[in-house]
């Protein structure tokens, strides 16, 4: 919506996307960054960007070591989130912890 010109279509990396009403043609591209470079480029853009982003809101929330794992669920990340629970920023949807097993098969 704030782009200064209306693109022609869209190319989607994956096989999924919701348009929104009178949104422009769309295409669905599995493994789309291999075949396009725009899809690549854009990637690449998309991903350093979220890792700047990620940098700064590890300042608001220390708990989650954001500023090295950029929001991926690592040992330390999913520590901080059973210290502290989630925060704003997490997905409520999404399975942020693995449950706990039943019983203990180390025995």
Not at 32 to 58: C, F, N, P, V
Not at 76 to 81: A, K, L, T, W, Y
Request: net charge negative.
């Amino acid at each position: 919506e704030a782009l200064p010109c209306t693109p022609e279509r869209l190319l989607i990396d994956g096989n999924y996307y919701d348009p929104r009403p009178n949104e422009v043609e769309y295409h669905t591209i599995v493994k789309g960054d291999d075949r396009y470079l725009a899809i690549a480029a854009a990637s690449i853009l998309a991903k350093t960007h979220r890792d700047e982003y990620m940098t700064q809101q590890a300042q608001e929330y220390p708990h989650y070591g954001w500023e090295q794992n950029k929001g991926y669920p690592t040992a330390q990340h999913r520590e901080g989130i059973r210290q502290y629970g989630a925060c704003p920023l997490h997905r409520q949807g999404f399975q942020l912890l693995r449950p706990e097993p039943l019983f203990d098969l180390e025995r």
